[in-house]
């Protein structure tokens, strides 16, 4: 889809600092992936860690325990506020376990009305839809509404505004320990600390967004140690990885109280890649956690019949049941009918953490550059020789 918008330098390759394009130019990356590549590329350290995992062992699920996902947990909690870790394959769905996990911990404490969660002006947290909905800025919500009810806005840096949002619905507040889509916008000691003293006295949650600021960019392993406070819930993610796409959710075991077997969950966050080494209609075609239920040609075709009449736009979720797991390359081939947009994951990567979007011209014709947009999203690791 064309959401980005790209430059004219097309990397091939990359040494420490260095890119280097098709036609043999090298550049000075400035820019290090957004933020993500904190050790150059092709650290060899890196580089021979992630080989030797992948040779080893890739992906396994979250069925069975991860003694290397365990590792790398231990020591980011050695290492921070948390006692508790979710790992992600990217910054915004660590946002999205933050909000989670700060509803669900109201929730435990017999108090669900406590769902608002206030956050502030010019914020970026990602480009889900509840990652989007937690902003007020017009060029990330337009055109996709409505989102998700339940948030608050008030201006950076600006303590007695936001207390004034405070209600009996008010879960915590969420802001990012320094603003980066918003203009590099640096919280100051006064607010920050004002925001940790609110969430004190009434009870609520502080969630910090480091995924841009946090993992050694400030000079500090995190941002918030340098106004002398801690976070309840803290989404990590860019540099984690330096280049491969992880993220992480990092909790204390009193804000994570409310997050128990079922509540969340990732197919590809926290498999054995990520070592201490690496650091319309919605329907699913066929639904894997409903039992395995074969959506019924009437069924399928008839959701098709529907939105050409109405026009309307046909989402087959393809995620579990694409890819070859029907005996043909997509399960919507038996129906005699295409989707007009068809998310799918699992067996593209086969093992790496890789998903996609499908759809037709047509039905993208609202995506354009500005949109949507991914941190790791078809980086070069996922080209047509591994997917």
């Not at 502030?120 to 889900?128: Q, V």
């Not at 989102?147 to 879960?171: H, K, M, Q, R, S």
Request: charged share 20%; with cysteine; net charge negative.
């Amino acid at each position: 889809m064309p959401v980005y918008p790209r430059c004219g330098v097309r990397p091939v390759r990359g040494e420490g600092c260095y890119l280097i394009s098709e036609d043999g130019t090298r550049f000075l990356d400035m820019a290090a992936g957004i933020a993500v590549n904190a050790l150059g590329h092709g650290h060899p350290h890196l580089v021979k860690a992630i080989a030797e995992q992948a040779a080893t062992l890739m992906h396994v699920s979250n069925l069975y325990g991860s003694p290397q996902g365990e590792a790398l947990a231990e020591r980011i909690v050695a290492n921070s506020f948390a006692d508790t870790v979710f790992f992600t394959n990217s910054g915004t769905e660590a946002v999205e376990c933050a909000i989670k996990t700060a509803r669900r911990f109201h929730y435990a404490e017999g108090n669900p009305q406590r769902h608002k969660i206030i956050t502030f002006n010019n914020a970026f947290h990602g480009r889900t839809m509840g990652a989007i909905s937690a902003t007020n800025q017009p060029k990330m919500r337009d055109g996709f509404e409505p989102l998700l009810p339940g948030f608050a806005y008030a201006p950076f840096n600006d303590l007695e505004a936001a207390l004034a949002l405070i209600d009996d619905e008010t879960a915590g507040f969420m802001v990012e320990t320094i603003q980066g889509e918003g203009g590099v916008s640096v919280g100051t000691p006064e607010f920050i600390q004002g925001l940790r003293k609110a969430c004190d006295e009434h009870g609520l949650l502080l969630i910090l967004d480091e995924v841009q600021c946090g993992y050694g960019r400030t000079g500090k392993m995190w941002a918030y140690e340098h106004y002398g406070i801690e976070p309840d819930i803290m989404p990590i993610a860019k540099g984690i990885g330096s280049g491969f796409p992880l993220g992480a959710c990092l909790a204390t075991e009193h804000a994570a109280k409310g997050m128990v077997i079922g509540t969340h969950g990732s197919t590809y966050g926290g498999n054995p890649l990520i070592d201490d080494e690496t650091a319309g209609f919605m329907v699913e075609t066929i639904q894997g956690e409903g039992g395995v239920s074969v959506g019924t040609p009437e069924f399928i075709q008839g959701l098709r019949k529907a939105c050409d009449e109405h026009g309307l736009l046909l989402i087959l979720d393809e995620v579990q049941c694409g890819y070859g797991r029907t005996g043909k390359m997509w399960a919507y081939e038996h129906y005699g009918i295409e989707p007009d947009i068809m998310p799918i994951a699992k067996g593209i990567g086969s093992g790496f953490p890789l998903g996609a979007c499908l759809a037709t011209e047509h039905a993208a014709k609202g995506m354009v550059i500005g949109t949507h947009g991914s941190t790791y999203g078809g980086n070069p690791l996922i080209d047509d020789e591994t997917a």
